[in-house]
């Protein structure tokens, strides 16, 4: 906003420039105020002076000069006073750890309460909301399995971090082969751990049978009755040369 006198000299200037002459009376003013801004009078903004910025016509201060770089609708001003664009992503990432393949073969437990396990690495921390395996029953129904998640001990399932089971339902399998997942819900952090998938007590011919493939190192186990205990302590621990389909869902 221009800043001149209220009322304007009608005489002609002078011929000598080194006089005030009505011209500069007339002129808009050029000043410093009390805050270091320098005043140009250009009906626009007040010029920058002495580090501060300019306001606009309507008194505020432009958006070019609120902090570094180039300003858009896509972008924030960001705590160290610079222009960034707004970070894309956010969102959730579900992935499976383990072998999430229906084996082509299928093992038939000579007991009623065997233990598998499978190793899985985790890249990153992450939530496992569930532990499955592909099973299948000849009967056509089965006790659901149940499922733990264990540490690693020197390559082997070392202690218990999560447990979870279905032992009541009776699942009925008689339209086939499927997935079948355990809710289980725990936060880990990337490492090494192990997904260990165990049958029920309940008698060999209502005990379902889980698929694999070979050219694997999974380990099985025999437990006693139906509870979890640290790998150690299971009976006939062996080392397979399968691949026990067996996952977990993974999301971070």
Known sequence: MAVTHAKTSTKS????????????????HVGTNDHGHTATGDGGSLAVAGGYA?????????????GSGTPDTTKF????????????????????????VAGASWDVPAVNNKVYAKAVTLAN????????????????????????????????????????S??????????????????????????TYWLVVRHTATGATVVCQIA???????KTAVGADNDWRDWTNFASITTTTNKFSIRANTIR
Do not use: E, H
Not at 13 to 28: E, M, Q, V, Y
Not at 54 to 61: D, E, F, I, Q
Not at 81 to 99: F, M
């Open 13 to 28: 200037d002078g011929a000598d420039s080194s006089l005030i002459r009505p011209s500069d009376w007339n002129a808009a």
């Open 54 to 66: 300019p306001l606009s016509s309507s008194l505020l201060v432009p958006v070019a000069y609120l």
């Open 77 to 100: 001003l960001r705590g160290d006073g610079s222009w960034q664009s707004v970070p894309g992503g956010g969102g959730l990432t579900q992935s499976y750890a383990g072998y999430n």
């Open 125 to 164: 921390n992450c939530l496992i909301t569930s532990i499955g395996a592909y099973i299948q029953s000849a009967a056509g129904t089965s006790k659901g399995p149940a499922v733990a998640l264990y540490d690693d001990s020197s390559g082997s399932p070392g202690k218990v971090i999560a447990y979870a």
């Open 166 to 191: 279905a032992f009541d339902p009776m699942l009925n399998l008689s339209g086939g082969a499927r997935w079948v997942d355990v809710a289980l819900g725990v936060w880990v952090v990337a490492g």
């Open 212 to 218: 694999y493939d070979g050219s694997g190192s999974d």
